[in-house]
Every structure is written in structure tokens, then in C-alpha cells.
């Protein structure tokens, strides 16, 4: 990781796209000006993770912007994508440094101080913490750690920390105010009418 962390952190799940592809929300969201994309398929086989992964790498790197792949460390690198992010029972950081080359991103998710804690003595790039609020878009989410909890996440690492979970425009300066560098979103983005305005009021809001 090279650069610092974008502050809004998008995260293109199909699950939660309608009607629109994965491809046109990545055009979308490239446009408004999101420079951070992560794209999470929880669903599909590996051949159709490739093949929209690839078109996504394609269209983000165009943009000069960072694309990261869940749990995959295996697809990331087979789309040259910047790098892969990583739940608490996905590959651990060092085992996934053996598949990404050098300078690609790994994020980790932590729930739990202790998980913090952890990922702070790793080489991971970037620590996500949460849910921080209450979240629909995650199959058996952990408990809600609040701003809080953010506060203490704050305080056990120096690494970037991205606030995720029930994340929208009205509470994301909060989740800044109480130590995150960045916040990742579902929801509030791709359900939202117009998804290229709602990016374009979150950058307003995190500047
Ligand atoms: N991870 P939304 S919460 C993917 O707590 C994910 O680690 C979480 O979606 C965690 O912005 C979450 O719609 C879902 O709440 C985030």
C-alpha cells in the first residue's frame, strides 16, 4: 500500500445491486469519484467471480483507482487487482502475502478489540472494524461495536482503520470524528436512487 487510504471505501455486492450490473455500478461510482472499490460476491462460482472481476479490475484501473478483492487472494492476483481483504476466517494475512506480490493491499476484518489487537501486529495494510451500526447487508453480522468501540479500535492501532457496517452519509462524519480514516459502504450507496449523487454527497461529506 503506497497511498493513503481513500476516506469512502466502496463495496459492490451483487446481492444488493437490482437491477444494475456490478459493471455499471463500478462505472457509476468511478464517475461520481470513488477511488476505493471492493467487490464482494458471496454467491457466485469461481469462474463468474473471475469474469466480473476482471471487467471491474479493468474499469478501476483505467480510473486510476484501487481495487480490492474479497476473501480471494487467488482472483486478486489473477486480475492484477491492487489487493484482497480478508474476514477472520478467510486465509490469514502472511498465509495471503504469499499469493499477492509486494505493495498489494490486504485489509482485514475485526470485530472484537482483541481482533484489533492482532491485526495491529500484522502486515496488514489496513484494519476494517465493526459492524459500528446495526447492518442488514451481512449474514450473521457480529454485535454492533458502536462509535465507542471505534474509539478504543482507535486507540490499539496506528494502521488505517475503516469503519464498516450500517455506515451512510448522515452517520459516516461520526464514524470520522471517532478515529476512522475511512468508511466502507454497502448499502446506503447501491440502494440509493441515484447512486452517483449519494457517492458524490458522501466524498462532500468526508472531505
Ligand atoms: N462486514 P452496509 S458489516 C461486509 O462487521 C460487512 O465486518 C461487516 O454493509 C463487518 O454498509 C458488513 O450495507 C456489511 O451495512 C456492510
Redesign the pocket.
Known amino acids: 500500500m503506497h497511498s493513503p487510504i481513500p476516506r469512502l471505501y466502496a463495496?459492490i455486492d451483487p446481492a444488493?445491486t437490482g437491477h444494475l450490473s456490478p459493471a455499471a455500478v463500478t462505472e457509476i461510482l468511478l464517475a461520481a469519484g470513488v477511488r476505493l472499490i471492493q467487490f464482494?460476491d458471496k454467491r457466485a462460482s469461481s469462474g463468474e467471480l473471475l469474469q466480473s472481476t476482471r471487467q471491474i479490475a479493468g474499469q478501476v484501473r483505467r480510473a486510476k483507482g484501487v481495487f480490492i478483492v474479497n476473501d480471494r487472494a487467488d482472483v486478486s492476483l489473477a486480475v492484477d487487482a491492487d489487493g484482497v481483504h480478508l474476514?477472520q476466517d478467510d486465509l490469514p494475512v502472511e498465509w495471503a502475502r504469499r499469493v499477492l506480490s509486494a505493495g498489494k493491499w490486504i485489509g482485514t476484518?475485526t470485530?472484537v478489540l482483541a481482533q484489533v489487537i492482532e491485526a495491529e501486529k500484522s502486515s496488514a495494510d489496513y484494519i476494517?472494524f465493526?459492524?459500528v451500526?446495526p447492518?442488514?447487508?451481512?449474514d450473521n453480522?457480529?454485535p454492533v461495536v458502536g462509535l465507542h468501540g471505534l474509539r478504543e479500535a482507535r486507540q490499539a492501532t496506528r494502521k488505517p482503520l475503516v469503519a464498516?457496517?450500517?455506515?451512510t452519509a448522515e452517520n459516516a462524519r461520526a464514524a470520522m470524528d471517532a478515529g476512522a480514516d475511512s468508511v466502507?459502504?454497502?448499502?446506503?450507496l447501491l440502494k440509493a436512487p441515484d447512486i452517483g449523487q449519494r457517492a458524490r454527497h458522501f466524498l462532500e461529506v468526508l472531505q
Request: proline share 8%.
Open positions: 463495496i444488493q464482494r474476514g476484518s470485530h476494517a465493526g459492524p451500526f447492518t442488514e447487508s451481512k453480522p457480529d464498516i457496517g450500517g455506515v466502507a459502504v454497502i448499502s446506503d
